[in-house]
T-cell receptor, first 111, second 114 residues
């Protein structure tokens, strides 16, 4: 059972544009929602994270929007840059600090 | 300081052979995780160690998979009688326990089973 569904699978955006990635979850016991960025050949690195008692969190050009009632959250990358080209994973944490990951979104920012 | 390291970075093996993958967590991190990442897919949880507690093995896909951790240091993931479907990148992550959330990932070991 896929507990975290992520869309789209891939995304192409022009430099300076906005990249939007969406995730939906089913398990209401999830209490922490991180986003990870992964470059080819590297392990994922934490980008930004949110808890369900907050509806939005912004760090620089990256913003998470969280809708608890809809069980959805999204990542917005403002002013996208070629260096943002990577695969992005949403995740959700349940008991034991185990993370359940979405399937990933490959983002390509064209110069 | 040093991050999470994994070895080998690449491993090619023949079907039916056993393999051992190693993870060195960040010093002082008491929590350690193993994940599997198949090509083009998200990460699947395999096993979780927290201090001296019994490990959470709920993600191990079969009894061919096992993992050990010595105290709060090195961990090894062993896959016995490897199958072609075991081909994936195996990622290790560690976390400083005590209320912190962030898992820090190593670069992974790419396993190819011929």
């Amino acid at each position: 059972q896929q507990q975290v569904k992520q869309s789209p699978q891939s995304l192409i955006v022009q430099k300076g544009g906005i990249s939007i990635i969406n995730c939906a979850y089913e398990n209401t016991a999830f209490d922490y929602f991180p986003w990870y960025q992964q470059f080819p050949g590297k392990g994922p690195a934490l980008l930004i994270a949110i808890r369900p008692d907050v509806s939005e969190k912004k760090e620089g050009r990256f913003t998470i929007s969280f809708n608890k009632s809809a069980k959805q959250f999204s990542l917005h990358i403002m002013d996208s840059q070629p260096g943002d080209s990577a695969t992005y994973f949403c995740a959700a944490r349940a008991a034991g600090n185990k993370l359940t990951f979405g399937g990933g979104t490959r983002v390509l920012v064209k110069p | 300081g040093a991050g999470v390291s994994q070895s080998p970075s690449n491993k090619v093996t023949e079907k039916g052979k056993d393999v051992e993958l190693r993870c060195d967590p960040i010093s002082g991190h008491t929590a350690l995780y193993w994940y599997r990442q198949r090509l083009g897919q998200g990460l699947e949880f395999l096993i979780y160690f927290q201090g001296n507690s019994a490990p959470d093995k709920s993600g191990l896909p079969s009894d061919r998979f096992s993992a050990e951790r010595t105290g709060e240091s090195v961990s090894t993931l062993t896959i016995q009688r490897t199958q072609q479907e075991d081909s994936a990148v195996y990622l290790c992550a560690s976390r400083l326990a005590g209320g912190t959330d962030t898992q820090y990932f190593g670069p992974g070991t790419r396993l190819t089973v011929l």
